[in-house]
Every structure is written in structure tokens, then in C-alpha cells.
């Protein structure tokens, strides 16, 4: 079955490359027969790729152990979803899921738009085929996901225990998702400049897959965190680790994309700024995805055995010069027809987050790679930890956060700075009362009183679009207060969703002030019966308890929790020792409530004097972080869903819309 | 260029510059050197003021673990013999037991001791175990 799997990959491969071959030829020589057949082996080669990953689904189900990837992920009573996630647990197999939803998206942009831009489709296919035929040969003939063992062990060792959780169901798929689907939008607009098509096509074609993209992306990202934060035992949520800022790097250039396409679509302005962001981000998922394989960036010693960098870096260069050859050639097609009229505008306030999202980016890639470079020039690696990339990326974020206020103040086009000024009284006023009151609750330092008053401010000037735009509507149509919320937003879904997710951003940019700057941390060894106090919890340790299956041994330091004297509970953080891996996990027990995360761990277990050693955390507000990524979604689903039918705009919705723009 | 264009590129260089300089401020304060264990020795007395993060090999035989006050201590060795002893304060990694290099950061104190702040275990390819031939 083993052999299968990978003559699979190796069809796949050859039909990948015909596609590929006969698309390019078949769209030059004019001969719809031959594109045609590359469109068809295109979803073959998709087709194969996706029963490859169903094959191997079927010999880690099975245990066959004689496959060295379902012996280094398996193990007999590891529970089914770790079995079927072990798909994406180790590198071979990561590359083949990597592969499937490639062609997962592959057969779906080829099926939603095969009879539309039949002069864009054909060399959209051919790259998309170009960059799954690339993966397949990583592959075919470096990391064979099917090889054989010469021995048939009886069990396997199993996924690694930092990945037996329950978030590696949705965190890497949504990551891969996030990350594979940028390809679409750069297929489209390599198409758009190989045929010379640079009108807004390409953007409104990909809009829904950019935006797919664009969702899984951040989910996958605060997934992580999430993930991070339940599992590792630190406290924290993002360590700046080269891996996570893998993962951020295209979604801050995806963000800027998403925003600037904007001002594409209505003013036919950046269309070079266009190109540039979707070729960087789908660069930076490439890149990403080679940094999280080689390894090369945590330590440049110990990796020279991984020879895919070389292969990825080489594709990775190609790609480039290509997209970058092409953007040259057509920069007289990519000029612009206009130009920014005002600073205060729209479009002026999108370029300043483009480039504060593109700076952002920029640091974050900077100080990751860095140590690379400065070896590689000054022979001593320098080296830069979290507090460069908080006092560089915190400053830049907080103005992010500024301008997005700002964007229901102002509309495209421009306004008299006049007009600015005196719509931004009202919120300005409404921030500082919040500030003071926030300063007299006790809020004193000043980077985290910035940080929450812009947070206000925004969230503010957001909620504010909401709730002129209902009373307006209200006024205008006679609806009940609900039912004219839900019809705004209806009415201009891409507009309101958006201001959803803005709405989001400020939840989570809360959550983070409010956990970065008032964290707080206490250690100390409990014997039964003995209490530790943090903030006003009280927490005193009950007894140890014990538990086992057959993969683990699980301890539990229960603790009685007391807030301000109340008794609100029991937590028992966990010690969880792995013995095929021969590994021990620090399991937190996190009680979360809307205005602070109570969270423990066992850091010491010392047998002589019987006594556990717990450092207890409390990270004021992070529930808010992944309460707006729910809100996130939700935004990005409104903002994204395709529109039924052309929208007139009635006489109601442009009252409304001048009513709650007010410029 | 019209007035406003030139306003435009000005604000915009204005942000660059800020962005660049927020950069440049990072960097100055919290760059550390990444030594291995002979860098570190080689360097000697010139290390030992500032920040400074060493990779290394635990020599598994030297490590002590209490538990009670989180206090651990070891060696640290390289391929040319040269050691590194280490103490560290603090939460240890679940990972220390199976990793091969470990990364501390903090100070090499005077005492020739090198005092750690922050440990952490850097095996990203280890999501993977290797399978070995048992016959039972």
C-alpha cells in the first residue's frame, strides 16, 4: 500500500508538470483543445496529490508500522484525532498535507471559475501547478512520506508530546490553509501580468480566495497562541519565537494587501503597491514554510543535514526574479491613473497602514533573520530576543491602532482638514474621560494609559459607525432599532464586516496591553495544607493526585482557589510523563475569567520534602484576545460573503451612509 | 510635484524614519551576542559585562535539579573539551531531559560561572523521533 502512496505523488508529479507545460503552450499557440487538457490534468494531478494524503491516512489508521512515517507518529492507543492529525505531525507528512490543500484549493478555484477569464485561467493553472509540482518534488525526491522501514517494529514511538493536544486539530490546518491560499491571488496576478490584463480582474477574481486565506491565516496565528499559551507552561501567548514570526510575517503584508486592493478598486491607484505585497506574502509563505523545515534559523550548526533549504531557497529565488522580471516589464501598464489628493483621505490613511503593516513586517523579518546575517558579515552572531520586537513592533502597532480610528472620520477622496478636526471633538473627548477614569482606577503607567486609550479611541470611533448608521436607518425606514442594525449591516456587508474585525483588533490589542503591562508572577513550595497568595487569590494546596493510560502518567497539584476570601473553585495544574517519549509535559490550569487569567503551573516536584513547587501567573484581560478572534471571523465571513445579487443603493442607504460617514 | 504629493512623500519618509529609528533603538538595547561554548571562552573577560546568549551541550552527569527552589546547575560542554558551568533560577523546560543543545541567556559572571536568566531548548526538527531496531 506503502508503494501506492507513492506512485501516487510520482503521477501527480508528471501530471502537475504536464499541466503545467500545456497550459503555457496551449494559451500561446491559441489551441483551446490543448488548454484545456491542461486544465484537466491539472485537477488529475490535484486529485492524485489529495489520494495520497488519503492513503496515508489509511496506514497510519491501520498501524502499518512498516512505514518509518507511521512509526515515528504512531503508537498503538494513541487516540483516533492524534492518529489522523499525525497526517501534518512530522516533516514528510507536513509537506504531503501541505500538497492536498494546495490541491484542495486547486480543484476549487478550476470548478468556481472555469468558465470565466479564459485568457487569466490558463496561466493562473500553470502556476499553480508550478507550485505544487514543486512540493511533490520535495517529495518524490527528498522526503518520501511512504518510505519502508526494513523492519516491521511492533509499536511506534508517537507524535511528539508537545503536539498531543487537542489544538492540533484545527491550529495547523488553519495555518496551512491560511498560508497555501495566498497562492491563489498570486497565480491571478502572475496571469494578470504575463497577459497584460491589469485592470481590477485579478483582484475581484481572487477577492473571495484572498480573503479565505486571510481568515485561516489569523485563526491559525491565534490558534497558536492560544495553543502556546495552554500548553507550554510559561504564561505567555507569543514568544517571538523564529516559528511564530514565520507565521505573522505573511499575514502582515496579506493585511496590507487586503486593504490597499481597496483603493485599487475604487481609485485605480497602487497597482505596482498590489503586485508587490501579493508577491512578498506568498514569498514570505514560502519562505516561512522553509524556515519551519529547515530549521536553519535556531541554530545554523546543527542543521546542515537538512538539505531542503537549498531546494527551497532556489524555488524561492526563481519565483522572485520571475515576479519581480514581470512587475518591470509591465510597470508602464501599472502606473497609476491617479494621485493621493489629500492627506487627509481614505485612501491617504490606507497608505499609512500599508506601510506601518509593511514596516512591521520588515522589523519582525529583520530581527529573525538577523543572526544570519550579521554571522555571515561580521562572523559574531548577534542575536535579538522579545524585548526588540516589543519596543519595535509595540510603537508601530499602536499607531496602527491610531490610524484605524481614524478611518470612519474620514472618506475617500479627502476632506478639509477643518472637517477632520471637528468630527474627531466628540471621540477625542470621550477617550480622554475614559483615560482619566482609567487613570484613576489605577492605570499609572503611561505605555499601557497609550495603549488602552487607543483602544478606546477606536473602538469608539468604530462601534460609533454602528450605532449612527442604525439611528439613521431607524429614522429613515421607521425599523425597530434590531432589525435596522441587521439591514445596515446587510446593505453593505463588505463595509460593516470590516469595521467588525477593526472592532476585533481592538479586543485584542486590549488583551494585550492589559497582559503585557500588568502581569503578574509568584513561585513557591507547597506542602499539603499551605497556601500562596497572588493578587487577591489565595490558592492552597489540597494533595497530589495520580492517573494513568497506557501512553502516559498524568500528576495533579490540586489547588483550592479563594478570591478576596470567597472559595471560587478547584484548579489542579498537571505533570503528564510520556514514557515512550521519555518526555514530561507542565499542563497550566488556567481559570479565565473576562477581567483576568488566574494561571498555574507545577514547575518543581520534589519527593523528599513532599512539597510541589507552583508558579501561579495572573494575565489580566487575555480572555479578550481570543474573544476577538472569534469576533474576527464573524467580520470576515460578512465582510467576505459573496454578494447575492448588484446592489442598488436605495435612497435610505446613501441617508444612512451619508449620516453615519458624516463627511 | 504638486504641493500635496510633496506632503505625501514627506509624511511618508517621515514614517520610514520613525520606523527606522524605533528599529535602531531595539537593536541598541537589546542585541545580545550568540556564542557557542569555546566563542565564549575565547571572547573571556570581554564577555562577561553584558548580555550575552551561549548555546551549548548539557553534560547530562553534572545536572542538579532542585526541585523545591527551582535552582538547576551543570556543565556545559563542547567538542573541543572546553566547559561551561551554568546555574540558572526558574522554570526548566519540558524538553531539557530529550534535548541535545540548550540555549541560555544572561550573564558570564566573574566567578567563571555562567549566571542564566532565560533557558530554553531549541530542537525545532525534533517533532520527529527517530525509530530504532529493538529485537526482543
Known amino acids: 500500500m506503502a508503494d501506492i502512496g507513492y506512485l501516487l505523488i510520482v503521477l501527480g508529479l508528471a501530471a502537475a508538470v504536464y499541466s503545467m507545460v500545456t497550459s503555457v503552450y496551449g494559451v500561446s499557440a491559441r489551441r483551446p483543445a490543448l488548454v484545456l487538457s491542461g486544465r484537466n490534468a491539472a485537477l488529475v494531478a490535484a486529485g492524485l496529490t489529495v489520494g495520497a494524503a488519503l492513503m496515508m491516512e489509511f496506514l497510519l489508521l491501520t498501524h502499518d508500522f512498516n512505514v518509518r512515517y507511521v512509526a515515528e507518529t504512531t503508537q498503538l492507543g494513541q487516540s483516533l484525532y492524534l492518529t489522523i492529525t499525525a497526517l501534518w505531525g512530522a516533516q514528510a507528512g507536513s509537506l504531503l498535507f501541505w500538497s492536498t490543500i494546495l490541491a484542495g484549493y486547486t480543484i476549487s478555484v478550476i470548478l468556481v471559475t472555469r468558465n470565466q477569464h479564459r485568457d487569466l485561467l490558463p496561466w493562473a493553472t500553470s502556476v499553480l501547478m508550478l507550485t505544487l509540482a514543486f512540493f511533490l518534488t520535495v517529495l518524490v525526491f527528498l522526503r518520501n512520506p511512504f518510505e519502508r522501514l526494513t523492519f516491521i517494529p511492533a509499536d511506534g514511538t508517537g507524535l511528539n508530546p508537545l503536539l498531543q493536544h487537542g489544538g492540533m486539530m484545527i491550529h495547523p490546518p488553519n495555518l496551512y490553509m491560511g498560508f497555501v491560499g495566498f497562492t491563489v491571488p498570486f497565480a491571478f496576478a502572475m496571469a494578470a501580468l504575463i497577459t497584460g490584463r491589469l485592470d481590477d480582474t485579478w483582484i475581484r477574481t481572487t477577492r473571495i480566495w484572498t480573503m479565505i486565506a486571510w481568515t485561516f491565516l489569523s485563526m491559525g496565528v491565534l490558534l497558536g497562541g492560544r495553543w502556546a499559551y495552554d500548553v507550554l507552561g510559561w504564561g505567555g501567548y507569543w514568544g517571538w519565537d523564529p516559528v511564530e514570526n514565520a507565521s505573522l510575517l505573511p499575514w502582515l503584508t496579506a493585511t496590507a494587501f487586503i486593504h490597499s486592493v481597496m483603493v485599487q478598486e475604487r481609485k485605480g491607484m497602487l497597482k505596482i503597491w498590489n503586485m508587490i505585497l501579493i508577491v512578498a506574502t506568498y514569498g514570505l509563505v514560502i519562505f516561512g514554510t522553509f524556515l519551519t523545515r529547515s530549521g536553519v534559523i535556531s541554530s545554523v550548526h546543527a542543521f546542515a543535514l537538512s538539505n531542503l533549504g537549498p531546494m527551497f531557497l532556489g524555488f524561492l529565488t526563481l519565483v522572485l526574479l520571475m515576479a519581480v522580471g514581470l512587475i518591470i516589464y509591465r510597470r508602464d501598464l501599472l502606473r497609476s491613473k491617479n494621485q493621493v489628493e489629500s492627506l487627509v483621505s481614505r485612501e491617504a490613511s490606507f497608505l499609512l497602514n500599508n506601510m506601518l503593516m509593511v514596516g512591521v513586517c520588515f522589523a519582525v523579518l529583520w530581527g529573525t533573520i538577523f543572526p544570519m546575517i550579521s554571522e555571515i558579515f561580521t562572523g559574531d552572531k548577534i542575536t535579538v530576543g522579545p524585548p526588540f520586537f516589543n519596543k519595535t513592533v509595540g510603537p508601530i502597532f499602536a499607531l496602527t491602532m491610531l490610524v484605524m480610528g481614524f478611518i470612519p472620520l474620514i472618506g475617500w477622496g479627502g476632506a478639509t482638514t477643518e472637517k477632520f478636526l471637528r468630527h474627531l471633538i466628540r471621540p477625542a473627548i470621550a477617550t480622554g474621560i475614559g483615560a482619566l477614569a482609567l487613570f484613576l482606577l489605577g492605570v499609572h503607567q503611561v505605555y499601557a494609559l497609550i495603549g488602552f486609550s487607543l483602544c478606546l479611541f477606536t473602538g469608539y470611533t468604530t462601534v460609533s459607525e454602528f450605532v449612527n448608521g442604525t439611528i439613521a436607518r431607524r429614522r429613515a425606514t421607521g425599523e425597530n432599532p434590531f432589525q435596522a442594525l441587521v439591514n445596515l449591516i446587510q446593505r453593505n456587508r463588505r463595509r460593516y464586516g470590516g469595521y467588525l474585525v477593526h472592532i476585533a483588533v481592538v479586543f485584542i490589542g486590549l488583551g494585550i496591553v492589559g497582559s503585557q503591562f500588568y502581569k503578574q508572577e509568584v513561585t513557591q513550595a507547597l506542602s499539603p495544607g499551605e497556601s500562596m497568595q497572588i493578587g487577591d487569590y489565595t490558592l492552597t494546596y489540597l494533595g497530589l493526585q495520580q492517573d494513568s493510560d497506557l501512553v502516559k502518567q498524568d500528576l495533579y497539584g490540586q489547588l483550592m482557589v479563594s478570591q478576596g476570601g470567597q472559595q471560587v473553585g478547584v484548579i489542579s495544574p498537571q505533570q503528564e510523563f510520556f514514557t515512550a517519549a521519555n518526555q514530561v509535559m507542565t499542563i497550566p490550569a488556567i481559570r479565565s475569567t473576562p477581567k483576568e487569567d488566574l494561571y498555574v503551573i507545577v514547575a518543581g516536584i520534589d519527593t523528599q520534602s513532599n512539597s510541589l513547587t507552583f508558579t501561579a501567573h495572573i494575565n489580566p484581560l487575555v480572555m479578550w484576545i481570543w474573544l476577538g478572534g472569534v469576533l474576527l471571523i464573524l467580520g470576515t465571513i460578512i465582510a467576505a460573503w459573496p454578494a447575492a445579487r448588484r446592489e442598488p443603493a436605495p435612497v435610505t442607504e446613501a441617508v444612512a451612509e451619508r449620516a453615519s460617514t458624516r463627511i | ?136
Open chain 2, 1 to 136: 510635484m504638486a504641493l500635496k504629493q510633496m506632503r505625501l512623500v514627506i509624511g511618508g519618509m517621515l514614517v520610514v524614519a520613525a520606523i527606522g529609528f524605533l528599529m535602531f533603538q531595539g537593536f541598541q538595547t537589546s542585541s545580545v551576542y550568540y556564542y557557542t561554548v569555546s566563542e565564549l571562552e575565547k571572547k573571556g573577560t570581554e564577555a562577561m559585562n553584558r548580555g550575552v546568549r551561549v548555546t551549548g551541550v548539557v553534560d547530562k552527569s553534572t545536572v542538579k535539579w532542585d526541585a523545591r527552589n527551582l535552582n538547576m546547575s551543570f556543565t556545559f560542554k563542547d567538542d573541543s573539551g572546553t566547559t561551561l558551568p551554568v546555574a540558572y533560577h526558574g522554570p526548566v523546560p519540558d524538553t531539557f531531559d530529550n534535548a541535545e543543545n540548550v540555549v541560555v541567556e544572561g550573564k558570564y559572571g566573574s566567578d567563571g560561572v555562567f549566571h542564566a536568566t532565560t533557558l530554553f531548548v531549541q530542537c525545532p526538527s525534533k517533532y520527529e523521533a527517530q525509530v530504532t531496531e529493538k529485537k526482543s
